[in-house]
């Protein structure tokens, strides 16, 4: 397991691989197929994303398809630890 990770339980969101939009909604999309993932878990797991990559900001502003570099994604997770 990644140090990079949020997580529930015996499953856990790997952020090393949320360096585009499409891998931070797939990563999203896997989640809410699993039997616990009620609401609860899914806005969780929806504002920890949020407030750990502000993918408005660095992976989708104004639409556009932006990147994050893993220097960029570690210096994002580390920023945001309590």
Do not use: F
Not at 17 to 26: G, K, N
Not at 34 to 54: M, S, T
């Amino acid at each position: 397991m990644s140090a990079l990770t949020l997580g529930h339980d015996d499953y856990y969101v790997d952020l090393e691989r949320c360096t585009t939009s499409a891998e931070v909604l797939d990563w999203i999309a896997q989640v809410a197929e699993k039997p616990w993932a009620n609401d609860e878990v899914l806005a969780g797991l929806v504002r920890a994303l949020n407030d750990v990559l502000a993918p408005q900001e660095h992976l989708c502003s104004r639409g556009k398809h932006l990147t994050l570099s893993g220097k960029q994604l570690r210096q994002l997770v580390w920023a945001a630890r309590p």
